[in-house]
């Protein structure tokens, strides 16, 4: 019997001592206990995704709803968007003055850099909201946009977009708890303006910069700050900041069956970003390595870089060598890859999304220690850990030649 043909959700071992939101199957961000797998589910269909799996990451706000002074604004418990909380309707009281925003804490920015997350449904899609980075040490915007949700467009209106990584807005459902469209909108910067300043996250729920007849204002439902440059999953928090656990997936110990060659280990993965653990941009899909820690036998599938990633694979006997890389091969993040690694006593090799590298003869297939655990996640060391959705495994006790794996693997 093979690993493909047992559930693999029976299969694997699973730890993370902290709780997970994801969007759940009923349309509404749920919280996975500690030690729990947190699932991603697609919001308008509820059709489940894939196991969630991330690096560490931290906010650096205390609170995951901020609201603006109560003198300038009417501010209204209704439906929340997270299973158990409750959004804030927020409604601008003085139509002729500009609108009033809501701070988080100060920090420094941390070096891989930082995201603000907001989660927001319109009361009026004509009515436009603000969010952005505000130097407080020199007291002076680092960057502010506006976001007018009708055209789905940003306008930068304050400060520098020095070290921006990533402004995106996405529609998360057209028809919120509320009767509204529900955005989810995201900056990420890794440098600021000026180095070393202290800097504070800032959301505006109703944003003109003079006079506006009419109403301004929105339904917040979240707001993070990662210390982290990619949207992660909400960590909620409440008078304190908080930190979620990375993942961490496995099977250990392997069938007998599947234990060593000849093998061949599929992985359907969706990467969301590079992890950050440490700075050589690596991030893992998945690595077999001897059974109670030792790594000195390897066979392993991670890709590197950043806006791209670039799939390198390897098969190890007793010692490291050179990887092997798919020469001319970019998949953004954000895409789907599809990888099958096969090695036998003779040979190994691997296929991309359809695209093959070719066989490497070796002997490198043959271990000093047998394989014993399948990572889910390559955590080889405390770093190339994945951020993203692991949507299938298959693990079988045959070798694919490169027909079969760009079969397996087609788009």
Same mark, same amino acid.
């Given at each position: 019997?093979?690993?493909?043909?047992r559930?693999?959700?029976?299969?694997?071992?699973?730890?993370?001592?902290?709780?997970?939101?994801?969007m759940?199957?009923?349309?509404?961000?749920?919280?996975?206990?500690?030690?729990?797998?947190?699932?991603?589910?697609?919001?308008?269909?509820?059709?489940?995704?894939?196991?969630?799996?991330h690096?560490?990451?931290?906010?650096?706000n205390?609170?995951?709803?901020?609201?603006?002074?109560?003198?300038?604004?009417?501010?209204?418990?209704?439906?929340?968007?997270?299973?158990?909380?409750?959004?804030?309707?927020?409604?601008?009281?003085?139509?002729?003055?500009?609108?009033?925003?809501?701070?988080?804490n100060?920090?420094?920015?941390p070096?891989?850099?930082?995201?603000?997350?907001?989660i927001? *449904?319109?009361?009026?899609?004509?009515?436009?909201?603000?969010?952005g980075?505000?130097?407080?040490?020199?007291n002076?915007?680092?960057?502010?946009y506006?976001? &007018?949700?009708?055209?789905?467009?940003?306008?930068?209106? &304050?400060?520098?977009s020095?070290?921006?990584?990533?402004?995106?807005?996405?529609?998360?459902?057209?028809?919120?708890?509320?009767?509204?469209?529900?955005?989810?909108?995201?900056?990420?910067?890794? *440098? !600021?303006?000026t180095?070393?300043?202290?800097?504070?996250?800032?959301?505006?729920?109703g944003?003109?910069?003079?006079?506006?007849?009419?109403?301004?204002?929105?339904?917040?439902?979240?707001?993070?700050?990662?210390?982290?440059?990619?949207?992660?999953?909400?960590?909620?928090? *409440?008078?304190?900041?908080?930190?979620?656990?990375?993942d961490?997936?496995?099977?250990?110990?392997?069938?007998?069956?599947?234990?060593?060659?000849?093998?061949?280990?599929?992985?359907?993965v969706?990467?969301?970003?590079?992890?950050?653990?440490s !700075?050589?941009?690596?991030?893992?899909?998945?690595?077999?390595?001897?059974?109670g820690?030792?790594?000195?036998?390897?066979?392993?599938?991670?890709?590197?870089?950043?806006?791209?990633?670039?799939?390198?694979?390897?098969?190890?006997?007793?010692?490291?060598?050179?990887?092997t890389?798919?020469?001319?091969?970019?998949?953004?993040?954000?895409?789907?890859v599809?990888?099958?690694?096969?090695?036998?006593? &003779?040979?190994?090799?691997?296929?991309?999304?359809?695209?093959?590298? &070719?066989?490497?003869?070796?002997?490198?297939?043959?271990?000093?220690?047998?394989?014993k655990?399948?990572?889910?996640?390559?955590?080889?060391?405390?770093?190339?850990?994945?951020?993203?959705?692991?949507?299938?495994?298959?693990v079988?006790?045959?070798?694919?030649?490169?027909?079969?794996?760009? !079969? *397996?693997?087609?788009?």
């Amino acid at each position: 019997m093979t690993l493909a043909t047992r559930p693999f959700g029976n299969l694997f071992a699973y730890s993370r001592n902290s709780t997970k939101w994801e969007m759940g199957p009923d349309k509404k961000f749920i919280e996975f206990p500690t030690g729990i797998p947190a699932y991603r589910y697609d919001y308008e269909s509820g059709k489940r995704l894939g196991l969630s799996y991330h690096q560490e990451v931290t906010t650096l706000n205390t609170d995951s709803i901020i609201l603006p002074s109560e003198i300038y604004t009417n501010v209204t418990d209704v439906p929340s968007l997270f299973e158990g909380k409750v959004a804030k309707k927020i409604e601008n009281i003085h139509e002729s003055s500009p609108s009033v925003g809501a701070t988080t804490n100060g920090f420094a920015l941390p070096a891989a850099g930082a995201t603000i997350d907001v989660i927001l *449904e319109t009361v009026d899609p004509e009515a436009k909201v603000a969010f952005g980075y505000r130097d407080t040490t020199a007291n002076g915007w680092d960057i502010l946009y506006t976001f &007018q949700p009708s055209t789905e467009s940003f306008t930068a209106i &304050q400060g520098s977009s020095v070290g921006e990584v990533a402004l995106t807005a996405a529609v998360v459902t057209a028809s919120g708890p509320n009767g509204g469209i529900v955005f989810r909108l995201r900056f990420s910067k890794d *440098e !600021q303006v000026t180095p070393g300043n202290n800097l504070s996250a800032y959301f505006y729920p109703g944003y003109e910069s003079g006079s506006f007849a009419g109403f301004r204002g929105s339904i917040l439902h979240y707001i993070g700050v990662y210390d982290v440059p990619f949207l992660t999953p909400p960590i909620w928090a *409440e008078g304190a900041a908080g930190t979620r656990a990375r993942d961490f997936v496995f099977i250990d110990p392997l069938m007998n069956a599947v234990q060593e060659y000849p093998c061949t280990i599929f992985a359907e993965v969706e990467i969301d970003s590079e992890e950050t653990v440490s !700075q050589d941009n690596r991030t893992g899909v998945f690595s077999r390595i001897e059974s109670g820690g030792g790594i000195s036998n390897r066979v392993w599938m991670r890709v590197d870089g950043t806006n791209a990633t670039d799939p390198i694979f390897h098969v190890v006997s007793a010692s490291e060598s050179p990887a092997t890389a798919f020469p001319g091969i970019s998949i953004p993040n954000g895409e789907t890859v599809k990888s099958v690694l096969s090695w036998d006593a &003779q040979k190994f090799g691997a296929t991309v999304n359809g695209v093959s590298s &070719q066989d490497v003869a070796s002997v490198a297939g043959i271990p000093t220690t047998d394989r014993k655990r399948l990572t889910i996640g390559h955590r080889l060391t405390p770093d190339r850990l994945m951020n993203g959705i692991i949507k299938r495994m298959r693990v079988v006790n045959d070798f694919w030649g490169a027909d079969r794996r760009e !079969q *397996e693997t087609a788009a």
